[in-house]
């Protein structure tokens, strides 16, 4: 597999072409995960004066960081970095960065004390949005001090007290990752979006589409994620071999899968095992009326 260096955070990794974009495959931007990038932008950015990569390089790294563990997808070009740099959503004080860790901790604890693992530290700056390691370390620091997080070597934990500060800044909400598995359909794909995503979302859970590749392979830095799941919804409507490879590496790895297929195509319903049992759909509007039924009897 072709490799190139990430322009933001300088690891040289595994690229995939797709069409005009370039994806970026588990830099430290986008650890198990990957960004797109405009191949046109590429030599523009790199031509870019030393002092604006200096500056503008690791908020454009922090950011992909955060955009992808909260769920989004990001596709840049070079018109995109001034755009982001100057977001008021930035952090820019030491303040705000440490509220960026502890927001970390948080979506990715059940409870306080929960061990988080982050290592190395000096891959993993960017978590704060920080030029250096050096801050980075000041920043775990003086949330230790503030009796915020408790650090062993390379494990992180949220104190109560900096479970209830990140609690705060989120509104009190607690989403759960939530994997949807779909064919290859843009279709079908920008339905869900409109009409399933929310629902889910309303429901506590933060939803990704797992990606698949053209070429009907499976993205590792993407599938890993089901296992980290609370919870996959897999639509077996095409009968795709993908979703059925991604929702059994998700059960192999005690995540509930929940099954749907859209109605013109249950009369070709294949015996399936007793765990397969999939929710009739009409249309996504009618899917999220039963997801909502099946989830309320979970809260």
Known sequence: MEKKRC??????????QKGEYERYLGCNCAPGSYYSLLRDSYLAINSLSYPIKNKRFPIISGYIRE??????KITLTIDDLETIEKAPHIPLSIEDKEARLLQYLYRHS???????????????FNLTYSPNLQELVYIVEKLREAQLIVREGITFKLTEKGWNEAAARAGGRKLKTCGVLLPDNQPLQAEWFEHVFPKLEQFG???????????GGHENHSITKLAESKLIIADITSHSPEVYFAAGYALGANVEVVWTMNSTQEDELCVQPASIRPMIWDDAGDLAALLQQRLSFKK
């Open 7 to 16: 322009l933001f955070c300088s690891e040289i990794v595994p690229i995939e």
């Open 67 to 72: 955009q992808l563990d909260c769920g989004e």
């Open 110 to 124: 059940d409870d306080p004390g929960q061990p988080i693992v982050i290592q190395p530290l000096s891959q993993n």
């Open 205 to 215: 859970y933060l939803p990704f589409m797992f990606q698949q590749s053209d070429t």
